[in-house]
């Protein structure tokens, strides 16, 4: 079993339509979540980090952590274009990374 | 300010060759991490440095890659010999623990490293 599982996508959504990102890992012990966006060709940046159960609201971004099912997710409200890319979860102060889901907004 | 910079931005090898890969972290920054990138396997840690020490180097795939950061502003990364697997994107990050661990991780615009 991986560490950290992302579904490798990629996710289609309509413009304006709610994007649904999720992230599962193993280690119980895990304390800090982060959510990395890049683009094609790009670096990764940061979107979000998160270290408590709950939810966490960054303009369009919620990040969700729920621990004791062992999944965090990222939503993104009134998707555009311009958020087409790749979104990456990464654990334990950005040690541990998933894959990465590939996001696709339709116009 | 200026970003992490990284150098060179791509590079083509022939396996068996030394390849160098430099980094310069942003300035004030006490944390330096090296990453890997590759379609197949995704973003790999490969090693990482708390104020120009080693802290963890279990990423590193085998003996003939090596990483020093001789001081606060300089880094390397060094496979010898190279071969085809280790073609990739190596990306250089830094960031600023403060009082939440390693802080956000800033990335260097990456090394894209070919071996023939």
């Known amino acids: 079993q991986k560490e950290v599982e992302q579904n490798s996508g990629p996710l289609s959504v309509p413009e304006g339509a709610i994007a649904s990102l999720n992230c599962t890992y193993s280690d119980r012990g895990s304390q800090s979540f982060f959510w990395y966006r890049q683009y094609s060709g790009k670096s990764p940046e940061l979107i979000m980090s998160i270290y408590s159960n709950g939810d966490k609201e960054d303009g369009r971004f919620t990040a969700q952590l729920n621990k004791a099912s062992q999944y965090v997710s990222l939503l993104i409200r009134d998707s555009q274009p311009s958020d087409s890319a790749t979104y990456l979860c990464?654990?334990?102060?950005?040690?541990?990374w998933g894959a990465g889901t590939k996001l696709i907004i339709k116009p | 300010d200026a970003g992490v910079i990284q150098s060179p931005r791509h590079e083509v090898t022939e396996m068996g060759q030394e390849v160098t890969l430099r980094c310069k972290p942003i300035?004030?920054?006490?944390?330096l991490f090296w990453y890997r990138q590759t379609m197949m396997r995704g973003l790999e840690l490969l090693i990482y440095?708390?104020?120009?020490?080693?802290?963890?180097d279990s990423g590193m795939p085998e003996d003939r890659f090596s990483a020093k950061m001789p001081n606060a502003s300089f880094s390397t990364l060094k496979i010898q010999p190279s071969e085809p697997r280790d073609s990739a994107v190596y990306f250089c990050a830094s960031s600023f623990s403060g009082s939440t661990g390693t802080g956000e991780l800033f990335f260097g615009e990456g090394s894209r490293l070919t071996v023939l």
């Open positions: 300035s004030g920054h006490d944390y």
């Open positions: 990464a654990l334990n102060y950005q040690l541990i």
């Open positions: 440095f708390n104020n120009n020490v080693p802290i963890d």
